[in-house]
């Protein structure tokens, strides 16, 4: 069948009447093809929401919009003719063009699950020389919010650290760095950090983790790192065992709790307070925020919606700024996001100070060896002294013990 595609912005020009003039040759074109097909890639571009912009009624984008309307499902038929859209924009896309007739059948592109992410890897991986001891089954695993793309360039960064170490094929330590890189950022070993400032981090991140490890509901804890990385003093990378799609009360009141770790082993240990912690609290405050204003998870307030309107003025959602809470339910909704946000605190306390020994012994080893992983924090939990560090070095070694390696950043970075 002939496949006619164009971009949307394409249509829009600086003379008015122009993209309008596009779209009729576009479907004049198409029909004397007939039976064919047009897709519009990005079609946000001229199907966003009238009445939107600051261009009055002979705004250029409306006109087009307008015309493909029109050729779309106006009085003529386009028979044979078939159109496809694509966008990552649907919120904003105007009513009129979703209707029946339109585009009325949508296909929703979602992010893919562990066997789509094997399935794609096995695509990208043709494309380079791997070695015997890569599984994409384990890779998948441990790459949970993976898009496509995410994938294409996990494999592409593994070959260029095979390059780097004069390799022949691609092994899974390569692909280990590469998922660090990608979640973590590129380390920054060049960066000279004062002592004090190092014991610092290794502590906060020790908090992270040895709270991630008590707390019922929460992800497995992967790897700790006291290596700056991106814009990150030190980062604690925690691995869900599975794709998840909701979240319930519990996890969110262990996910606080988690990223107050790391504040208070700073205050316990080095008795001081820094910057490092402020995404931290951005973070909890947002998720104690959404539990009692979005999701109804508190008994005071209830299974109702306090959100106010945050709707964009230039996408015709909304010109003002609405609330629908009086003063007094504004109060209740403050007192009950402290009382979560205290709540966590003093268990994430309660549990850091009763761990002291572990705390001390945890810090000590990602001071001695900047990086360590799930068996080394095994150890320290267990009260054993942490093994060494894997060697890397050998192509024997598989990363994660083969059950389900890296990553997912869910832990706080130490340093906003």
Known sequence: MPFFSISGSD?????VGVGAARVRDMFEQAKKSAPCIIFVDEIDAVGRHRGAGLGGGNDEREQTLNQMLVEMDGFETNLGVIVMAATNRPDILDPALLRPGRFDRQVYVTLPDVRGREQILGVHMRKVPVGQDIRADILARGTPGFSGADLANLVNEAALFAARRNGRVVEMVDFEK??????MGPERKSMVMP?????NTAYHEAGHALVARLMPKTDPVHKVTVIP?????GVTMQLPETD????????MLSTISVLFGGRIAEEVFMNQMTTGASNDF???TSIARDMVMRYGMTDELGPMVYAENEGEVFLGRSVTKTTNMSEATMQKVDREVRRIIDEQ???????IESNQDKMHAMAHALLEWETIDSEQIDDIMGGKPPRPPKDWTSSSSKPG??????VNPDGAPAAA
């Open 401 to 406: 013990g083969g059950s389900a390696p890296p």
């Open 345 to 351: 605190y003093a268990t994430a306390r309660q549990l």
């Open 195 to 199: 002592e004090e400032e190092r014991k």
């Open 11 to 15: 249509f829009v020009e600086m003379f």
């Open 282 to 284: 951005e973070r909890a």
């Open 229 to 233: 990385r991106g814009r990150a003093l």
């Open 178 to 183: 590469a998922k660090d890189k990608i979640m």
């Open 244 to 251: 998840r799609y909701s979240m319930d009360k519990e996890r």
